[in-house]
């Protein structure tokens, strides 16, 4: 189980996998780890003397796929820790907690808020491939039919503006960050209309086999979290205080509750 670390500690390669998900995890110039969940990791392992990082870019739907097909080593993309997904990967302790909600047309004609405006209005919601919100939009009743699925972000504002859907559901930083995108078309709905079990907490994801280098990991970020230097570094991409994921958060209930 510590083949990983080891040699990452003799200054072999960690591979960091993540998808263009503005402004968690996202690739810059080169492909270079950009947004506050790469931010977070790579300076955990720097505390770790783990330097020699390779980003890999992937779709979202892919990188649960990808970290078990050794395309990656550590996914870094931002994802919520949930019962399905911890049967395929491990995670880190929690990140942070962070909620979901509407992006809508600007001045929000329909009056939607939540799964039920989007029932009972007949709406159409988009949301992306391998987005929690798909299973949480099915168990909150809305219809097959009126759930539109495309690759990620930049495709869900695309819908709404052209109308082709009526609504956008996903986390509330690329909400936020599709509605500044939207000049001035869109906006976001009222979140705490949302239901009370959206928010969730995330993790950093590892292979099962790499155990000692998730738990040497989870010592170093435990250090890190919450410090002044770690809300400094990831202010720029609106993380505050308010998401730090409280002393209570535990990828053990994520995974069992979520």
């Known amino acids: 189980s510590d083949t990983l670390l080891n040699g990452a500690k003799s200054g072999g390669e960690v591979r960091l996998g993540f998808a263009n998900e503005v402004p968690w995890a996202y690739p810059g110039e080169g492909n270079a780890p950009l947004g506050f969940v790469n931010t977070i990791v790579i300076n955990t392992l720097k505390s770790m003397g783990i330097e020699n990082l390779a980003p890999v870019v992937s779709d979202w739907a892919g990188l649960i796929p990808g970290i078990k097909a050794n395309r990656y080593d550590i996914v870094t993309g931002g994802m919520y820790i949930l019962k399905k997904r911890c049967e395929n990967m491990d995670f880190s302790d929690p990140i942070g907690v962070f909620g979901d909600v509407l992006v809508v047309a600007k001045g929000n004609p329909k009056n939607l808020h939540n799964y039920q405006d989007v029932i009972n209005?007949?709406?159409?919601?988009v949301t992306g491939t391998g987005y929690n919100t798909i299973d949480v939009a099915k168990s909150e009743g809305?219809?097959?039919?009126?759930?539109m699925l495309v690759p990620g972000p930049t495709e869900m504002l695309a819908a709404l503006l052209a109308g082709r859907a009526d609504a956008?559901?996903?986390?509330?930083f690329t909400a936020q960050e599709l509605a500044d995108q939207s000049d001035g078309k869109a906006e976001l709905s009222d979140?705490?209309?949302?239901?009370?079990?959206?928010p969730?907490?995330?993790?950093?994801g590892f292979r099962a086999e790499d155990s000692g280098f998730r738990e040497a990991y989870n010592v170093a970020q435990a250090k890190y979290i919450g410090t002044e230097e770690?809300?400094?570094?990831?202010?720029?991409?609106?993380?505050?205080?308010?998401?730090?994921?409280?002393a209570n958060a535990s990828t053990e209930f994520a995974c069992a509750n979520r």
């Open 200 to 204: 969730n907490w995330v993790g950093i």
């Open 142 to 147: 809305v219809p097959d039919g009126d759930l």
């Open 230 to 246: 770690m809300l400094a570094a990831v202010a720029e991409y609106g993380y505050t205080k308010d998401q730090l994921p409280g």
């Open 121 to 125: 209005t007949k709406s159409i919601l």
């Open 191 to 198: 979140p705490s209309k949302m239901p009370e079990f959206t």
């Open 168 to 172: 956008i559901v996903t986390n509330t």
